[in-house]
């Protein structure tokens, strides 16, 4: 029960611009200072920080000490969280977790990444020798092949996937801290007609590298109500898994494990799909929303373009999605991206999304991808609900 007994009490959220003349401990500073008005807490009454890995902040080894050193924090408990994309919800359930240990009682959550501005990383492993040497050059070329096997097993009809494209950036639009450059509502036509990058993938198909930040204070259910809080939000179930298939030599790259990890969460949670009120997934290319879908099980395999289609995804809809844009459409902060659609599902649970808040919030799936892997789907698949306090 360690998880339910977490309680998410405030969250903060920066500006998303396309680049930033601003060091990314500005934006963290920024965060705290928010989170601290919003709660009432002083800063010396946090005493844990997880953060998500940073580009800005990849060649140093002593990135979440540097950064409370940085922001006055004296801390019991201390640690960057490195599953990419899965690490901002990874981060609430390490976060109950140690609450429940008694290593801490107040977390901050802190995701910020000035990767436009300031990009200090350098992969290694099989990238430099077995990929990039033959033209695959990233996530787009990744998922260029990820999503030419779906259309070869399944079909595809692109004309979903403009969908998803056009209803982000709808909600992108009153959306006010969504990267100004992308709050411009698109139509089916601009999506099929942008240029290609790595075909079958499209300039609208990807995020745009952007700088900002956001965060969040977890502390126990017990002390949100002792603090007398007026709305937070509790985590009912997660579910991560790394290495999907590792063992296998021929992996099925349209697979992932998010088939796994949402049946756990919403095992724990003790949820339906037709008893999700949102769904806020991870959206670095359009693709992986549609395997996202049938991996979680609300549709079944190779039915992901019928599914989109026939579904309404708007805010007011059957399945709001990405109501704040998404990362696509609001801007992808570096490797703190995954924390875009996670403040966005407790903004919505918080009954705070203004002109796009989503009619009587029950609950919202939040979920995380984390990095590609050589000839497999993403490395880590994890998938959280959360919900109003009961």
């Not at 010396?44 to 050193?69: C, H, R, V, Y």
């Not at 809809?317 to 696509?328: A, M, R, S, V």
């Amino acid at each position: 029960m360690a998880l339910k007994d977490a309680a998410v009490v405030a969250f903060a959220e920066t500006k998303i611009v396309e680049k930033s003349d601003r060091h990314v401990w500005d934006f963290s500073g920024e965060i705290l200072d928010s989170l601290l008005a919003k709660t009432g807490y002083d800063k010396k009454e946090i005493d844990g920080l997880i953060m998500s890995p940073s580009m800005t902040g990849a060649s140093n080894p002593f990135w979440s000490q540097l950064t409370s050193d940085y922001l006055g924090l004296e801390l019991d408990y201390c640690e960057t969280i490195d599953i990419g994309g899965c690490s901002p919800i990874g981060a609430i359930a390490r976060a109950a977790a140690a609450i429940d240990a008694g290593l801490c009682t107040t977390v901050f959550l802190l995701f910020a990444d000035c990767w436009a501005s300031e990009n200090n990383s350098r992969i290694t492993a099989f990238r430099p020798e077995w990929t990039h040497p033959y033209g695959l050059m990233g996530p787009p070329g990744s998922f260029g092949l990820i999503t030419t096997r779906y259309e070869h097993q399944f079909g595809l009809k692109y004309e979903a996937l403009a969908k998803l494209a056009v209803t982000q950036r709808k909600h992108s639009v009153l959306n006010p801290n969504a990267c100004e450059k992308l709050r411009k509502e698109i139509t089916t036509d601009d999506y099929l007609n942008s240029r290609m990058i790595s075909e079958p993938i499209r300039l609208l198909d990807s995020v745009m590298t952007c700088d900002g930040a956001t965060g969040l204070i977890v502390t126990s259910r017990k002390e949100a109500k002792r603090r007398k809080f007026s709305k937070f939000a509790v985590p009912l179930g997660y579910g991560e898994r790394t290495n999907f298939n590792v063992s296998e030599n021929l992996p099925d790259i349209t697979e992932s494990g998010h088939a796994f990890a949402g049946a756990k969460a919403m095992k724990a949670a003790g949820l339906k799909h037709d008893q999700i009120s949102m769904i806020q997934p991870y959206d670095d290319f359009l693709i992986a929303m549609m395997i996202q879908f049938e991996m979680l099980g609300f549709c079944k395999r190779g039915q992901g373009s019928d599914y989109i289609l026939d579904t309404d995804l708007t805010f007011k809809g059957d399945l709001p999605l990405n109501t704040g844009g998404g990362q696509i459409s609001a801007g992808q902060i570096g490797l703190a991206g995954g924390s875009t659609n996670l403040i966005e599902g407790v903004r919505q649970l918080f009954g705070e999304g203004g002109d796009r808040q989503v009619p009587n919030p029950k609950n919202a799936m939040i979920t995380g991808i984390g990095w590609i892997p050589y000839a497999r789907n993403w490395g880590t698949s994890a998938v959280m609900i959360l919900a109003p306090d009961a």
